[in-house]
């Protein structure tokens, strides 16, 4: 009886907030091809959220800390050499903070995790198509209606050329795009594929639904951008989110296969050249000599990644309290490197040089309480069933994968990306806390029963 009360329960959250977050899925369904429409739509979200929620988002300690975190940034951007351009940079985290809040009341179900998805999923089909035009048709296009509210920019070729970029500036951020949407994706494959092997036993002929013949194609076509974006990270990414699965699934020989590529890319990329040799007759050079840097043997020195993370902690060391300000790299990576460059391609270490370590240290420790939170419900919660752990584990497995992604790359100045992320945490907060509330009602029963 508790079960199928608590099924019934968090199944779909009728309630008079579910048309706020219908609002919320049309932003996200729009923001792969209108940055600016989206991000609208699901800040006028957050606000009335803001507006009839706010005892309860209060009241939320996760909250406190985020709270706390932006006082911090603050007084960091008081302190920056150039205050403007601190504060300016402030714009990157602050409003996302109110975003995930506000979302993390909003979200409560598993069924809301699923139609995220399943929109996400939906969105990223055309920017694919655009991609791929882009990069074997020479598609390109610079279109605008009212200034920024549609702003296509498509490059010949892609950007840099000859990896896929489609609407997004450049393709390592849509490598981080493609990740997030083909984790998310996979996860409702498996989802629909179990749900289609228990039909397929109670009925003959076996037939294909339509739902799960296009979510076959939609991570088919997400990861093949993913392999034309030549990046480095969104390769390791989804392999890493394919062995989680595969794990997760108990599918050991998935696991040794997808091993067994992995160790011959490696070694034809990095070992004895002897070794190497062997391997590079059944490896195609598009992947190994992306992984050694054979593919562009004449990079400066200052556009490598070590030499961008010793100049961060150089300047983290300097000013380990407040830092140098929000988006002061730049400037004086330039003025030491007479290179231009927006980041250092690490999150963590460009905020501990532009805002201090007590900031960086409260920040990750927000984000590990996240994750910590979001795994004990995945493992001790005896009210989840099976199908609903997969599409937590998904929301999981993403948050997972952004923050690898933000240790060899920044993703907070792209608006879609920052706020994407910034929901999926929500997504994960928002469901926690609603079986956190349900279990401590149902505890306060037994024991008034009792």
Known sequence: ????????????FKSPWQSSWNYSLWGLLIFSVSPLLGAVTIGFVSLITWIKQYRKISRRPLNWGFALLSVLLIVTAGFAQDKTTAFVGLLNLLPFFLVFAAHSTLIQTFAQLRQMAWILVIGSMPVIIIGLGQLFLGWSLKFEILWIVFA???RPGGNPPGRIASLFMHANTFAAYLAIVFILGLGLWLENYQQLKVKNKQSFPPHLPLPFLFLTVAVIA????????????GWAIAIFACLAYALYQGWRILVGGVAAIVSSVLLAAFAPSPVAQFFRQYVPAFFWARLNDDMYPDRPVALMRKTQWEFAWSLAEEH?????????FSGLYKAQMQIPLGHPHNLFLMLSAETGFPSTFLFCGLLAWILIIGVQLLRKSKYINTQDRLIFFSYLLAFVAWVLFNTVDVTIFEL???????????????????FKEVGSRKSEVGSTVL
């Open 1 to 12: 009886m508790l079960g199928a009360s608590l099924n019934k329960v968090f199944y779909y």
């Open 222 to 233: 997400n990861f093949i951008a993913l392999i034309f974006t030549n990046s480095r990270n």
């Open 152 to 154: 296509w920019t498509i």
């Open 320 to 328: 380990p309290w407040t830092g140098w300000g929000l988006r002061s």
């Open 416 to 434: 879609r990306l920052n706020a994407l992320s910034w929901l999926i945490l929500a997504a994960i907060c928002g469901v926690v806390h609603r």
